[in-house]
């Protein structure tokens, strides 16, 4: 994945695996490793959930499978970053429909 910081393309950014979230509206949304363990915990993707690639490799290998619905929550400390759409925040989380 190339990040544009002008690095350029970095072989293993998402860990050994990515699992690609079905998000209305979005593509390439995903949970996945990372080839910097120090960004966890920071706000460092573009709209995906890092792991350390061993959580990823154990998530990959014990629990997911294809279709299976996956349901992210806010956490408290999501509550003390300043949100770029305060209304969606106001609102709190909403469930959506499957479609397929």
């Known amino acids: 994945h190339d990040f544009g910081d002008g690095k350029g393309e970095i072989r293993g950014a998402y860990g050994s695996h ?5 998000t209305p509206g979005h593509r390439g949304i995903g949970i996945h490793g990372t080839h910097d363990p120090a960004s966890i915990g920071t706000r460092a993707t573009e709209g995906c959930v890092r792991l350390n690639n ?6 990959v290998k014990k629990y997911v499978y294809v279709g299976m ?15 770029r ?3 969606a925040v106001k609102a709190g ?3 959506m429909a499957q479609t397929e």
């Open 18 to 22: 990515f699992i690609r979230l079905k």
């Open 54 to 59: 061993s959580d990823l490799l154990e998530l």
């Open 69 to 83: 619905p996956v349901v992210i929550l806010t956490s408290e400390a999501d509550s003390a970053v300043p949100c």
């Open 85 to 87: 759409f305060p209304a």
């Open 93 to 95: 989380p909403r469930l």
